[in-house]
């Protein structure tokens, strides 16, 4: 495979995380706990769809198939999306909600660090700007896993809860698609495996504060990344691609 | 937002004459009055009530643009909306802590909200079964809100004025941007243009309504004008939007829902300005009143993540004090 092929194949998948994550989150929009979340959860939401576009946007162009974001985003079957597990789980509560994000945003702190330095110049300048939106999602994030932690005890009893819900899914972030070996030789892309250590410390850190334990977790769930999604994703999708489905080709 | 938020209020007072000739002529000599200045009870009152009905009115108003967030046609649309819709809270935001100056709290205004005993804009008691109902709203309903709330940007009472400033700048980008959704419509294809037209025809009556009543059936605004919260009647205002409305309809091709509409050069003092057909008041009383098509789902839905919420906002409020212990022992263990 051409090396301009594997990355806009790599790129989309990475995209397909954030239009994903975003996606969800923006399912919260205008039903938070507190007015305040109802405007930091859209933000969040908006970073990572602003993230999507600029990843569709520069691997549909280096495919060179004629696919614009939108046809990435919204015109392929189940199977070609390429997001990890985690990023389509269902919202659940909002220690869910909060656990996810942090999970994700964990990881893609030091992902974007590391993209600073890509051979890949349009990619240095999205992680200097990804960098930045993401260091906010760690910290919000972040912040209420400890508060509901060392909240309540039913805030406790809910954290513990997505704890085991959600820790099983963390594993598939850090496994790489073969188009991602290729832009990780190239140098194009990060090593997600090289992540791990500052995913663990940054998670180790809230739950310390959290008085959360990071579970054993035998059997980790993946799939995504090979396109073999959970039930939820095809609900997902139905609801994403109802227009583009119901009136194809037009302009909006 | 609104006019509408002045129904039945009650401007009684019992202040004494002086008080209320000095406080008159404070107003009349445009001075802004703050929140700690002494004003009669029935101003505090007319004030915590308006601007609590127009943050509850926002975001209630989160709710029917919301419902198309995850189905938004384009990632552009996507993001616009989203962000639009967040706008929407912020304003909420603003405004409730405008009216949190007056000496009510935002827990207390949202009580009020879910009870039903505050009321906020009967234009969000209509569904959006459509995605050109968030072309129909922007253009429309933004655009109805922004007749109403440039005037308030000079209301007497200052924290008001001043959130009003910050608020019609975005709500007139609100505007724009739902117009040029329609407009893209409308220069679609046949369905989208369909689509548009059947958005314009539901929302088109219901935007007139929220200047509320006409001037000569509604009883209460002398003292607001008098008081400087109100600068134009509800009929001034609505003229005003009919006029800047009409022709925007035209030069898309689409049809505004009143076969009565014409122009009539002898309106505005013979500038000219359109005539329009009766407006059905029954209808707007009936949302008013309860009978809307989403006034119950509204509010459930408020209710619901109010709730649903309540573990959440008991959490942080555990936290902070856990951790305020902490450090008042940290600090004593220290000295
Ligand atoms: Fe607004
Ligand atoms: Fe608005």
């Given at each position: 495979m051409k090396p301009a092929a594997a990355l806009a194949d790599a790129l989309i998948t990475l995209g397909d995380d954030h239009l994903i994550l975003g996606h969800r989150l923006s399912q919260w929009c205008g039903h938070a706990p507190m007015l305040e979340e109802d405007l930091s959860m859209p933000n969040m939401a908006l970073d990572m769809l602003g993230q999507a576009r600029n990843l569709y946007t520069y691997a549909g162009g280096l495919e060179n198939?004629?696919?614009n974001e939108d046809d990435l985003a919204?015109?392929?079957?189940?199977?070609e999306y390429k997001n990890c597990l985690l990023v389509e789980?269902?919202?659940?509560?909002f220690a869910h909600t909060m656990l996810r994000q942090l999970y994700f945003a964990a990881f893609m702190h030091p992902f974007w660090q590391a993209a600073?330095?890509?051979?890949d110049d349009k990619i240095q300048g999205f992680a200097e700007k990804a960098v930045k939106e993401i260091a906010y999602h760690i910290r919000h994030a972040g912040e209420w896993v400890i508060r509901l932690g060392d909240g309540t005890e039913e805030s406790a009893q809910r954290m513990g809860e997505a704890v085991i819900a959600l820790h099983?899914?963390?594993?598939?972030?850090?496994s790489t698609t073969d188009t991602m070996q290729i832009c990780i030789e190239a140098n194009l892309l990060p090593d997600p495996e090289r992540l791990r250590d500052q995913w663990d410390q940054t998670i180790e850190q809230v739950f310390a504060e959290a008085f959360l334990t990071i579970p054993e977790i035998p059997f980790p769930q993946e799939g995504g990344r090979d396109g073999?999604?959970?039930?939820?994703f095809g609900h997902l999708l139905s609801e994403l691609q109802y227009m583009q489905r119901t009136y194809p080709g037009m302009t909006w | 937002m609104y006019s509408q938020g002045l129904i039945g209020t009650n401007t009684e007072t019992e202040e004494s004459e002086e008080f209320l000739a000095a406080f008159q002529a404070r107003i009349d000599r445009e001075e802004k009055i703050e929140a700690n200045d002494p004003m009669p009870e029935a101003y505090r009152k007319t004030l915590i009530r308006q601007i609590g009905q127009h943050a509850h009115s926002e975001i209630v108003g989160m709710l029917p643009e919301g419902n198309w967030i995850t189905r938004a046609p384009t990632l552009r649309r996507k993001l616009a909306l989203l962000a639009k819709v967040q706008d929407e809270g912020g304003h909420g935001l603003y405004l409730y802590s405008a009216a949190e100056?007056?000496?009510?709290?935002r827990e207390q205004m949202t009580e009020e909200l879910l009870t039903g005993k505050a009321k906020y804009s009967s234009?969000?008691?209509?569904?959006?079964?459509?995605?050109?109902d968030m072309g129909a709203i922007g253009w429309l309903v933004d655009g109805a809100a922004i007749m109403n709330q440039v005037p308030l940007c000079r209301c007497s009472f200052g924290p008001y004025a001043r959130a009003m400033v910050r608020i019609c700048k975005e709500e007139s980008f609100h505007q724009r941007q739902g117009y040029e959704l329609m407009s893209v419509l409308a220069k679609g294809a046949p369905e989208q243009k369909q689509m548009a037209q059947d958005a314009l025809n539901r929302w088109w009556w219901p935007s007139l309504m929220m200047?509320?009543?006409?001037d000569s059936d509604s009883s209460h605004s002398d003292q607001n004008m008098e008081w400087k919260?109100?600068?134009?009647?509800n009929d001034e205002l609505r003229q005003k939007f009919v006029d800047a409305t009409v022709p925007q309809a035209e030069l898309i091709g689409l049809t505004m829902?009143?076969?009565?509409l014409k122009w009539n050069p002898d309106r505005n003092k013979g500038q000219g300005g359109y005539d329009i057909g009766e407006i059905d008041w029954s209808e707007f009383w009936r949302v008013v009143k309860?009978?809307?098509?989403m006034n119950r789902d509204r509010i459930a839905a408020r209710t619901k993540a109010w709730e649903d919420g309540a573990w959440v906002r008991e959490a942080a409020l555990a936290h902070a004090d856990k951790r305020r212990a902490r450090r008042a022992a940290a600090q004593e263990a220290a000295e």
């Amino acid at each position: 495979m051409k090396p301009a092929a594997a990355l806009a194949d790599a790129l989309i998948t990475l995209g397909d995380d954030h239009l994903i994550l975003g996606h969800r989150l923006s399912q919260w929009c205008g039903h938070a706990p507190m007015l305040e979340e109802d405007l930091s959860m859209p933000n969040m939401a908006l970073d990572m769809l602003g993230q999507a576009r600029n990843l569709y946007t520069y691997a549909g162009g280096l495919e060179n198939k004629g696919r614009n974001e939108d046809d990435l985003a919204y015109l392929r079957t189940d199977r070609e999306y390429k997001n990890c597990l985690l990023v389509e789980r269902p919202n659940g509560d909002f220690a869910h909600t909060m656990l996810r994000q942090l999970y994700f945003a964990a990881f893609m702190h030091p992902f974007w660090q590391a993209a600073t330095t890509s051979a890949d110049d349009k990619i240095q300048g999205f992680a200097e700007k990804a960098v930045k939106e993401i260091a906010y999602h760690i910290r919000h994030a972040g912040e209420w896993v400890i508060r509901l932690g060392d909240g309540t005890e039913e805030s406790a009893q809910r954290m513990g809860e997505a704890v085991i819900a959600l820790h099983g899914y963390t594993d598939e972030l850090f496994s790489t698609t073969d188009t991602m070996q290729i832009c990780i030789e190239a140098n194009l892309l990060p090593d997600p495996e090289r992540l791990r250590d500052q995913w663990d410390q940054t998670i180790e850190q809230v739950f310390a504060e959290a008085f959360l334990t990071i579970p054993e977790i035998p059997f980790p769930q993946e799939g995504g990344r090979d396109g073999r999604h959970t039930e939820d994703f095809g609900h997902l999708l139905s609801e994403l691609q109802y227009m583009q489905r119901t009136y194809p080709g037009m302009t909006w | 937002m609104y006019s509408q938020g002045l129904i039945g209020t009650n401007t009684e007072t019992e202040e004494s004459e002086e008080f209320l000739a000095a406080f008159q002529a404070r107003i009349d000599r445009e001075e802004k009055i703050e929140a700690n200045d002494p004003m009669p009870e029935a101003y505090r009152k007319t004030l915590i009530r308006q601007i609590g009905q127009h943050a509850h009115s926002e975001i209630v108003g989160m709710l029917p643009e919301g419902n198309w967030i995850t189905r938004a046609p384009t990632l552009r649309r996507k993001l616009a909306l989203l962000a639009k819709v967040q706008d929407e809270g912020g304003h909420g935001l603003y405004l409730y802590s405008a009216a949190e100056t007056l000496g009510i709290s935002r827990e207390q205004m949202t009580e009020e909200l879910l009870t039903g005993k505050a009321k906020y804009s009967s234009i969000f008691n209509y569904p959006t079964p459509s995605w050109a109902d968030m072309g129909a709203i922007g253009w429309l309903v933004d655009g109805a809100a922004i007749m109403n709330q440039v005037p308030l940007c000079r209301c007497s009472f200052g924290p008001y004025a001043r959130a009003m400033v910050r608020i019609c700048k975005e709500e007139s980008f609100h505007q724009r941007q739902g117009y040029e959704l329609m407009s893209v419509l409308a220069k679609g294809a046949p369905e989208q243009k369909q689509m548009a037209q059947d958005a314009l025809n539901r929302w088109w009556w219901p935007s007139l309504m929220m200047f509320g009543p006409y001037d000569s059936d509604s009883s209460h605004s002398d003292q607001n004008m008098e008081w400087k919260i109100k600068r134009f009647s509800n009929d001034e205002l609505r003229q005003k939007f009919v006029d800047a409305t009409v022709p925007q309809a035209e030069l898309i091709g689409l049809t505004m829902p009143d076969p009565d509409l014409k122009w009539n050069p002898d309106r505005n003092k013979g500038q000219g300005g359109y005539d329009i057909g009766e407006i059905d008041w029954s209808e707007f009383w009936r949302v008013v009143k309860g009978g809307g098509p989403m006034n119950r789902d509204r509010i459930a839905a408020r209710t619901k993540a109010w709730e649903d919420g309540a573990w959440v906002r008991e959490a942080a409020l555990a936290h902070a004090d856990k951790r305020r212990a902490r450090r008042a022992a940290a600090q004593e263990a220290a000295e």
